[in-house]
């Protein structure tokens, strides 16, 4: 049985060694503007999905708060509150997570004037897409997920459109 767990792991460690360094030649093998534009996807990824997490977990603890007896009128309400709470609060992290992380750029009030801009449309977006969930019949639980699918995209492309002019 030892023998068989030891291969197990050495087998899955030498496949993963070998998808590491394709990984590896395929990124070496990218222009320098190529390999920042990856890099930058992939610290957007990072940044938004803590921001989304920080988002869907304050959400997530304020709608357990008010709880499942209220009318749907009333659910949908306090959703759209307890979104909008989690909004802000990840909205602060993503300013400064996307300012000096993601684009690594220097915060100043036109670009704060535009990253303001974008997630206000973006908010906008996620209130309405959030409700139409709801609407449909999607519960107050799982509306947000549909909700981040249509809106992370529109949102990378606004935050990079403002943050890099």
């Not at 030498?14 to 990124?27: A, D, E, G, L, S």
């Not at 690594?104 to 009030?109: E, G, L, Q, T």
């Not at 799982?142 to 403002?162: E, K, S, T, Y």
Request: include cysteine; aromatic fraction near 16%.
């Amino acid at each position: 049985c030892w023998t068989l767990l030891t291969r197990a792991i050495t087998n899955h460690s030498t496949t993963f060694k070998k998808r590491q360094m394709k990984v590896k030649r395929i990124i070496d093998g990218l222009s320098d503007g190529r390999r920042a534009q990856l890099g930058e996807i992939v610290r957007f990824g990072v940044v938004g999905a803590t921001a989304t997490l920080l988002q869907y977990g304050i959400y997530w603890l304020l709608i357990q708060l008010v709880g499942d007896g209220l009318p749907p009128a009333r659910q949908h309400f306090w959703s759209t509150v307890a979104m909008s709470v989690g909004y802000a609060v990840s909205f602060v992290f993503n300013f400064f997570a996307s300012t000096r992380f993601t684009f690594r750029v220097k915060a100043n009030a036109r670009k704060g004037a535009g990253f303001l801009f974008s997630h206000v449309v973006n908010y906008f977006l996620q209130m309405v897409t959030l409700n139409l969930f709801l609407w449909l019949g999607v519960s107050r639980t799982l509306a947000p997920i549909p909700m981040f699918c249509v809106c992370v995209p529109v949102n990378f492309l606004l935050v990079r459109f403002f943050l890099k002019r």
